[in-house]
């Protein structure tokens, strides 16, 4: 296939979240090519790939060589990277306001981390199969009301997470959260579902907070009391109950890799990881 035009396709695995970007929805990503044992300087490209007619395009010429090459990507909804940016790294950072379709999509950022190309790796028409995860970690929170003939919730934040990092896409290093700031979740319609994208990071215990702001202007507050991990492309959700008088139930805290919906009212999908079995409740 020397001197072949490197054709890659991309896909975004697991992408059932609302508002995400998603495989029907993505049309561009950034793309990058280089050798896989770093030893010769057959391979180095570094082009952004538009899908046109269908079709994805590169806004460069490459092709293959001699080997096989190890390829990454990535996407940033607004966010422009030049090549400098994405062998060096820069600073990322969430959207403290993700209430909005827009702001939420700005939140995610795809990736595929760097991956050395094999024959088998190549799809029937020998496309470059390019797998887009989610970097970040989101946490969605469900408030089941009861007593009450509408749900009186007008807000809801979360506490204690830090919003910035550098990120390093030809390494696939994620530096070390920076920044802690309150982060507005994005609601899900008229329902009482909310989520946000969070940087992925060790939560220390009593630090995770979630407080909501109601019809009538009061707040309640809440706390997880016991450390979390919030790692790289899963979905973490948080059932409570608020009854007619305003109080609150204990709730469970789940997760599962790959952002899909498979959660109700605390049942998980088989394989999904308990990170605790009980949520404390208290008021501001």
């Not at 820069?90 to 993700?98: F, G, Y």
């Not at 029937?124 to 089941?144: G, P, Q, S, Y």
């Not at 934040?157 to 390494?171: M, Q, R, Y």
Request: charged share 20%; hydrophobic share 35%; glycine share 8%.
């Amino acid at each position: 296939m020397t001197g072949m035009p490197l054709r890659p396709v991309a896909h975004v695995d697991a992408p059932v979240t609302r508002e995400a970007m998603t495989t029907e929805t993505l049309d561009h990503y950034y793309f990058r090519v280089a050798d896989a044992d770093g030893g010769t300087d057959e391979y180095d490209y570094f082009t952004t790939m538009t899908l046109e007619d269908g079709q994805w395009k590169a806004d460069q010429e490459m092709t293959w060589q001699s080997t096989f090459p190890k390829v990454s990507a990535m996407e940033q909804k607004g966010e422009i990277w030049s090549k400098e940016d994405y062998i060096n790294g820069k600073d990322i950072s969430l959207p403290t306001d993700q209430s909005t379709h827009d702001n939420l999509l700005k939140s995610d950022v795809l990736y595929m981390t760097p991956t050395g190309v094999t024959a088998e790796g190549l799809d029937d028409e020998n496309n470059i199969k390019v797998n887009l995860k989610h970097l970040f970690a989101k946490l969605k929170v469900v408030v089941n009301v009861t007593g009450v003939p509408f749900n009186p919730i007008k807000s809801l934040v979360i506490g204690g997470t830090k919003t910035t990092a550098t990120f390093t896409p030809e390494t696939g290093v994620l530096g070390e959260a920076t920044n802690e700031a309150t982060i507005t979740a994005c609601q899900d319609g008229t329902t009482n579902n909310y989520e946000c994208i969070l940087l992925p990071q060790d939560v220390a215990a009593n630090t995770l907070t979630v407080n909501v702001t109601l019809s009538d202007g009061t707040t309640k507050g809440y706390t997880y009391p016991k450390e979390l991990e919030l790692k790289s492309n899963y979905q973490y959700t948080l059932s409570l109950t608020m009854q007619a008088n305003m109080t609150m139930t204990p709730g469970d805290v789940t997760m599962e890799e790959g952002w899909s919906d498979g959660v109700v009212d605390g049942e998980m999908e088989e394989g999904a990881e308990i990170i605790d079995n009980t949520y404390y409740v208290k008021t501001a």
